[in-house]
């Protein structure tokens, strides 16, 4: 049985750049760690614009229990890189 096909998600506006890194150091020498742009936009959405998760999901077109999912991998990635000196490396679909 294959897996269900992944709905698509409402994502607004374009976001900045392709990385964000720490200064002095080349992105080529630094662990990369992928954020995919979903993950950004929900990060953005509860984080920054305070949103519940349930309002999220209407605004991308998803569950709140994706919007949950998403969120926790958006975190952890995140304090990853900012806690490791890695570089968040912004992607626009997880393949």
Same mark, same amino acid.
């Given at each position: ?8 998600? @409402? =994502? $607004?506006?374009?976001? =900045?750049?392709? #990385? ?10 630094? @662990?990369? +760690? ?11 959405? =509860? ?21 949950? @999912? +998403?969120?926790?991998? #958006? ?5 990853? #890189? ?12 997880? $393949?």
């Amino acid at each position: 049985m294959s897996p269900r096909p992944k709905k698509q998600r @409402r =994502c $607004e506006g374009k976001f =900045c750049g392709r #990385a964000f890194k720490p200064t002095g150091i080349s992105l080529v020498n630094l @662990r990369q +760690i992928t954020l995919y742009r979903d993950e950004l936009e929900a990060l953005k959405l =509860c984080d920054y614009e305070g949103l519940f998760q349930e309002q999220a999901g209407e605004r991308m077109g998803v569950s709140r229990g994706t919007v949950q @999912r +998403i969120l926790t991998s #958006a975190r952890k990635k995140t304090a990853e #890189a900012l806690s490791t000196g890695a570089a968040l490396v912004f992607a626009e679909e997880d $393949e």
